[in-house]
């Protein structure tokens, strides 16, 4: 049985914030490896063709996708809807394309902010 969870903006801002200082430390360190176990894929300042790495090798696992404050992010061959776990996109700060792919299950939350659902009943 599935749980809907209504969350104001604020509630999804302090997640997001929440979730990206606890990132901070490895993404100082230059998050550059690709490791399919991880369910979080957050970038900061990177260039484009970094970005077009990892968004062209995406894991089913993850979970929430942050590309903050880079150069690029080039969604052209990116189906996040046949993602099957990803729940979030975060792209603030970003050049990027991604509301011109027509995604169907794509919310916008707030500026750079999306909401990835698998059905109409998950949809917020």
């Known amino acids: 049985m599935k ?34 176990t991880r369910r979080q894929l957050m970038l900061r300042n990177k260039s484009a063709d970094v ?33 099957e776990k990803l729940a979030f996109v975060n792209l603030i700060g970003t050049d990027n394309n991604f509301e011109e792919q027509g995604y169907e299950c794509v919310e916008q939350m707030g500026e750079g902010f999306y909401y990835i659902y698998k059905d109409e009943e998950e949809k917020m």
């Open 3 to 36: 749980k809907i969870i209504r969350l104001t903006e604020s509630d999804l801002t302090r997640l997001v914030r929440r979730v990206i200082k606890e990132q901070e430390d490895e993404m100082t360190m230059g998050y550059e490896e690709k490791d399919t």
């Open 51 to 83: 970005v077009s790495k990892y968004l062209n090798n995406l894991s089913d696992n993850i979970r929430f996708i942050a590309i903050l404050d880079c150069e690029y992010a080039d969604f052209s061959d990116i189906d996040v809807c046949n993602i």
